[in-house]
């Protein structure tokens, strides 16, 4: 079985900085990739648009872009870089942000919630301070880590109730109300909540949707602790991949779109803790075709490619108001070896590797292959 589909975009994806950019931005070129959203969670942050208001507690878009083309990232034809709102955004840097044509989305980051969000607000701030509405006014798209921040442990994760559904559930009513025209997109979703959420704001609302969401649950997390399953937010429950599978997989389906949230670690597992995200980055589209065959999608129908083109090429750069890309790739359904990647800062290990128990003695492989022209 052999799929040719156009080149696919990667919606949500950490390209990190220095060293680590050519080697992930080739990785990804070579999965397909016709384009990118890369996430501003640098060091510093990417939390000013242009280059001339850069400081030392912040990079701009506008300079950010450039290290992302200058590492390779010519060879995309979009590269989106969110801007990390922290304290210090305001609404007339949204203004003429936007009015430069260089702002085009922001990201929220709960306060401490994952990997460097120590710079972002509480939401309310932005909710006073009038940010979300010039959004909204200036059609800048707001990029969403749905999960809410500084709870106990049982409110944070238990089978009732976690970070995420309580954001969806209290927090997001808000948002809209405050921002009624604002574009959201929803990010990494994953339970029903969200899904639901989601659907029940038509076009205004967008989500992203992970491999890793799509095909394992807290089950896969826990046994033998595999921590190279460990993101945020958290592989959840049987229920919430199946209202996830659902999502990406129905005919109908205009919002839901690729996002790998693919975030290299050099090191995964420290002494103290865990850094959060998977590798996927060198994967991604080989995962999602198994992960839509695991939900009863048969790709070797006209309407099962259908469906899986809008997915992974179509609707994110409808979502964004670009068009899809006019080159093709093909992901072939024959079995080929993945291996780790190399950097100059260390190996980083793939998801698929990093679950496979066996992977010093037995190479990991994958069912799928892709061949880009
Ligand atoms: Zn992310």
């Known amino acids: 079985m052999r799929l040719e589909l156009p080149k696919w975009f990667d ?7 220095d060293a680590l950019l050519a080697p992930l931005i080739q990785a990804h070129l070579a999965t397909g990739c016709a384009g990118i959203l890369a ?20 990079w701009s878009i506008e300079g950010y872009h450039a290290m992302l083309q200058e ?22 840097m949204i203004e003429a942000g936007a009015a430069s044509g260089l702002l085009r989305a922001c990201k929220y980051y709960p306060p401490h919630g994952t990997t460097n969000s120590e710079f972002g607000a509480p939401l309310d701030h932005f909710l006073s301070n009038g940010v979300f509405e010039a959004m909204a006014a200036n059609d800048v798209v707001l990029c969403i ?23 969806y559930r209290e927090h997001m009513p808000r948002l809209l109300d405050n921002a009624p025209q604002l574009k959201i997109v929803c990010e990494h979703i994953t339970t029903a909540e969200a899904v639901s959420f989601v659907k029940q704001h038509g076009s205004q609302v967008g989500a992203t949707v992970t491999p890793q969401h799509l095909m394992f649950t807290v089950g896969h997390l826990v046994q033998g602790l595999r921590y190279h399953l460990y993101c945020l937010p958290l592989v959840k429950f049987d229920a919430d991949k199946a209202a996830l599978q659902d999502a990406v997989t129905s005919p109908s389906n205009t919002q839901f779109f690729a996002g790998t ?47 899986f083109q809008k997915f992974l090429c179509d609707n994110g750069p409808a979502f964004y108001g670009f068009h899809s890309s006019q080159e093709t790739f093909a ?35 994958l069912g799928w292959s892709v061949e880009v022209a």
Not at 39 to 58: C, D, G, L, Y
Not at 147 to 163: K, P, R, V
Not at 331 to 358: D, H, I, M, R
């Open 261 to 307: 949230d693919s975030a290299p670690h050099t090191t995964k597992a420290t002494d103290c803790g865990c850094a959060a995200g998977c590798y996927t980055g060198n994967c991604a589209p080989q995962l999602y075709a198994q992960a839509f065959e695991e939900a009863g999608v048969d790709l070797a129908t006209e309407q099962g490619q259908a469906v």
């Open 39 to 58: 996430m501003p969670n640098t060091k510093p942050p990417v939390a000013v648009v242009h280059r001339s208001e850069e400081s030392a507690t912040s």
């Open 71 to 92: 590492a390779g990232g010519h060879a995309f034809s979009e590269i989106l870089v969110p801007l990390y709102l922290t304290h210090n955004t305001t609404p007339a």
């Open 331 to 365: 992901l072939e359904k024959k079995v080929a070896p993945l291996a780790t990647l190399e950097t100059p800062n260390g190996p980083v290990v793939p998801l698929p590797v990093g679950l496979n128990l066996k992977h010093e003695t037995e190479p990991t492989t």
């Open 145 to 167: 880590h749905g999960e809410m921040h500084g709870l106990q442990g049982s409110d944070y994760f238990d089978s009732q109730t976690n970070a995420e559904v309580l954001f």
């Open 11 to 17: 919606l949500h994806a950490h390209f990190r900085q």
